[in-house]
């Protein structure tokens, strides 16, 4: 069974900074054509994705964090992280991990002063 865990949320000011981690046991990102997707989803509204890294090494970003986001890979393909830099209080949200169809629980990311 595919275990997607997320961690590092949490209440940051305006202008700062956080790291999220995104762990999926076992290793099926390693696996040709598997990707690890970052979805957040604001109160009341609906989840949309935020960055996507795949096992090959392409990655993209949503046009509202493009140079304020960074998503990155382990050497061993277990855990992939979002770096999140200059947070607005629009980027208040859960924040979810997706790897080929399966779900973390998620972790809540609140910026505000």
């Known amino acids: 069974q595919v275990q997607v865990v997320e961690s590092g949320g949490g209440l940051v000011q305006p202008g700062g900074s956080l790291r999220l981690s995104c762990t999926v046991s076992?290793?099926?990102?390693?696996?040709?054509?598997?990707?690890m997707t970052w979805y957040r989803q604001p109160p009341g509204k609906q989840r949309d994705w935020v960055a996507l890294?795949?096992?090959?090494?392409?990655?993209s970003y949503e046009d509202s964090v493009k140079g304020r986001f960074t998503v990155s890979r382990n050497e061993a393909f277990t855990t992939t992280y979002l770096q999140m830099n200059s947070l607005k209080p629009e980027d208040t949200a859960m924040y979810y991990c997706?790897?080929?169809?399966?779900w973390g629980q998620g972790t809540q990311v609140t910026v505000s002063s």
């Open positions: 076992p290793t099926i990102f390693r696996d040709d054509g598997n990707a």
């Open positions: 890294i795949s096992s090959a090494g392409y990655i």
């Open positions: 997706n790897c080929n169809g399966h």
